[in-house]
């Protein structure tokens, strides 16, 4: 399947599109959009995806966390391979910082269907740091 027609890519492409130039409302209307448009295509168009033995995301972790959020209930989660190599919670909304904060140190600390990895070794660091320095503002 191209990259240009896959449909995960084009929702998240869309949504980080104008991201830096967006101010806090526009974020947050487009993130509502993301995740009703995400839930729709988990529930009616992910055939492809639900049939999959592994998924492998990357950042944002946002997008990784509602993969995980959003999936259909009547079906398994599948194991995932995080691959981080910048900052974790790019494009989450400030609404969202800290459900998003929480939900990472869940899936580093606990998941037993998730393994992260990084790029570098201060990328590790700085993850492992975010996952276990509760209450701690980054």
């Known amino acids: 399947m191209k990259y240009g027609h896959e449909p995960l890519a084009l929702m998240f492409r869309e949504y980080?599109?104008?991201?830096?130039?967006s101010d806090d409302q526009l974020n947050e209307a487009n993130y509502?959009?993301?995740v009703e448009r995400l839930r729709s295509y988990l529930h009616e168009g992910s055939s492809e995806l639900i049939r999959a033995d592994l998924i492998l995301c990357t950042r944002p972790f946002l997008f990784c966390w509602l993969?995980?959020?959003l999936w259909p209930e009547p079906y398994t989660?599948?194991?995932?391979?995080?691959?981080?190599?910048?900052?974790l919670l790019f494009d989450t909304t400030p609404s969202q910082m800290d459900v998003v904060l929480q939900a990472f140190r869940q899936t580093v600390l606990s998941s037993t269907?998730?393994?992260?990895?990084?790029s570098s070794a201060l990328q590790s660091a700085w993850m492992l740091a975010m996952a276990t320095c509760l209450g701690a503002d980054f």
């Open 32 to 34: 509502q959009l993301l």
């Open 16 to 21: 980080q599109q104008d991201w830096a130039e």
């Open 67 to 69: 993969l995980r959020t």
């Open 77 to 87: 989660q599948l194991p995932m391979l995080h691959y981080y190599s910048g900052p």
């Open 113 to 118: 269907l998730d393994l992260v990895v990084s």
